[in-house]
Nanobody, 124 residues
Framework: QVQLVESGGGLVQAGDSLRLSCAASGGFFNRYAMGWFRQAPGKEREFVAA????????YYTDSVKGRFTISRDSAKNQMYLQMNSLKPEDTGIYYCAAANTFLLPSTPGGYGYWGQGTQVTVSS
């Protein structure tokens, strides 16, 4: 059973940077596609970014392209989301997710494992 734990959230000002981490355990990390999702109050969970099992392919939602970078360190069973030039609309709970697939899912239904989330708040 894969277990995921996010960290690195916090309260920042617009224009600042944050790096989120996701620690994975209990599964074959190298075989899983990984993703980041976020959920703002009163809104549905939305896709942010995904990275395939090898780390060679990534995919981002349009609103974060050029500002966020997803990466993974298979030796450490870690995934990261570097977030630069943060905006108030980036505020939400950020969730790490894992999928036993060679594809790059961009919907919540494509992932079978989830972390508990970490809060990111960007003030204007």
């Amino acid at each position: 059973q894969v277990q995921l734990v996010e960290s690195g959230g916090g309260l920042v000002q617009a224009g600042d940077s944050l790096r989120l981490s996701c620690a994975a355990s209990g599964g074959f990390f190298n075989r899983y596609a990984m993703g980041w999702f976020r959920q703002a109050p009163g809104k549905e969970r939305e896709f942010v970014a995904a990275i395939n099992w090898s780390g060679r392919s990534t995919y981002y939602t349009d609103s974060v392209k050029g500002r966020f970078t997803i990466s993974r360190d298979s030796a450490k069973n870690q995934m990261y989301l570097q977030m630069n030039s943060l905006k108030p609309e980036d505020t939400g709970i950020y969730y790490c997710a894992a999928a036993n697939t060679f594809l790059l899912p961009s919907t919540p239904g494509g992932y079978g494992y989830w972390g508990q989330g970490t809060q990111v708040t960007v003030s204007s």
